[in-house]
C-alpha cells in the first residue's frame, strides 16, 4: 500500500522556522516523477505551496513562500523535505506531502492539486504573532 507520512509540524512564533518532512511507504519517492507540498488553512481551499521533479533540480513554488521556503528531495534517504524560514501568521495550516504516480491531469500546472494522485494525512503548521 502506497503511503506518505508527514512530520516536523508544530507552534513557532512569527519569524521562526520549522522543517518538515515526508517519508514514503509501498514505493520509492523517485518512482514519482513529481512530489509536493500542499497547504489549507480553515475555511480555504487547498493550494500548493512548492513542488520539485525528484529526478532533477527543477521545482517550482507559491509567490506567496518565494525567498522563505525551500524544497529538496533525498534520493538517497528516500524523503522530501520543506525548509521554512521567517513564518508568517498566514502560514497556519496543515500541511500536506503528495506525489506524482503514474499519468495524472498536468493541465494546471505542477501545483494544483489535481496533479497528484497520492497524498499524506497532514501536518499542523501554527505561527503565532
Known amino acids: 500500500q502506497v503511503q506518505l507520512v508527514e512530520s516536523g509540524g508544530g507552534s513557532v512564533r512569527t519569524g521562526g522556522s520549522l522543517k518538515l518532512s515526508c517519508a514514503a511507504s509501498?514505493?520509492?519517492?523517485?518512482?514519482?516523477?513529481?512530489m509536493a507540498w500542499f497547504r489549507q488553512a480553515p475555511g480555504k481551499e487547498r493550494e500548493g505551496v512548492a513542488a520539485v521533479h525528484t529526478g532533477g533540480v527543477h521545482t517550482a513554488y507559491a509567490d506567496s513562500v518565494k525567498g522563505r521556503f525551500t524544497i529538496s528531495h533525498d534520493n538517497a534517504n528516500d524523503t522530501l523535505s520543506l525548509h521554512m524560514n521567517g513564518l508568517k501568521p498566514e502560514d497556519t495550516a496543515m500541511y500536506y506531502c503528495?506525489?506524482?504516480?503514474?499519468?495524472?491531469?498536468?493541465?494546471?500546472?505542477?501545483?494544483?492539486?489535481?496533479?497528484?494522485?497520492?497524498w499524506g494525512q497532514g501536518t499542523q503548521v501554527t505561527v503565532s504573532s
Open positions: 509501498g514505493y520509492t519517492t523517485s518512482s514519482a516523477d513529481f
Open positions: 503528495a506525489a506524482k504516480l503514474g499519468w495524472t491531469d498536468g493541465s494546471r500546472g505542477v501545483l494544483a492539486p489535481l496533479f497528484y494522485n497520492v
